[in-house]
């Protein structure tokens, strides 16, 4: 991949970084858990630049962040009512939620599968990145394919730099760890991976709705 300058950016450029977003740019962005490489998810361009520059397989699908429940509603389909009482509880935070969705996105971010991973990050430099754009953005770790994921801007350029168009420093990340994946698209939930938020806490709310 030919190399680029990739842009360090700070909460005050927010409008450069949604300006490079709605070209189809990528920028690594920050969360709660670890920084994210970001692209529109409606962009077939912007995604397929994410895996080039994390060397990352086609056939393993992205998750999107989303502003809010609104946003999830246009892109997936039959979610269950359980789903809204989980982001009442835990968004914004470290919950994934795996539903089916509508196959409004471009194709590679859920690798032509029927289910797309959704997650409102506790960013709020991220958040109003989201919100400007008015598109949910793919946005897998910050990282080449297989390293470890990047808490602050620094980890992000070890692998990244001139591979992205910009990183916009949001500091260091508060969990530094990744989300926990839920998936709610089968008739029993099940939990993909152990993340920042614990199953116990996820279970409370699922007993309370009936589910085990």
């Not at 969705?101 to 991973?117: I, R």
Request: charged share 20%.
């Amino acid at each position: 991949m030919s190399t680029m300058k990739t842009q360090r950016l700070t909460k005050v450029n927010i409008d450069i970084a949604v300006d490079l977003l709605s070209n189809e740019k990528i920028v690594a962005i920050p969360t709660e858990t670890v920084y994210g490489l970001a692209g529109d998810a409606f962009s077939d361009t912007a995604i397929q630049s994410i895996y080039r520059a994390k060397g990352r397989v086609e056939t393993k699908p992205l998750s999107v962040l989303v502003s809010d429940m609104k946003m999830v509603e246009s892109l997936c389909d039959d979610i269950p009512k359980v789903a809204y009482k989980l982001v009442e509880k835990f968004w914004p935070g470290p919950l994934t939620l795996v539903l089916k969705h509508k196959g409004l996105l471009s194709q590679y971010v859920t690798a032509n599968g029927a289910t797309l991973g959704v997650r409102c990050p506790q960013h709020d430099v991220t958040l109003e990145i989201i919100k400007r754009l008015g598109h949910p953005l793919g946005a897998p770790s910050a990282n080449v394919s297989n390293m470890s994921s990047p808490k602050n801007v620094n980890d992000v350029l070890v692998t990244l730099d001139e591979k992205i168009d910009a990183v916009i420093d949001g500091g260091e990340c508060m969990l530094s760890i990744e989300s926990t994946i839920l998936d709610l698209s089968q008739n029993e939930p099940i939990i993909l991976r152990q993340g920042a938020l614990n199953k116990e806490e996820i279970w409370t709310v699922l007993q309370q709705e009936g589910y085990l």
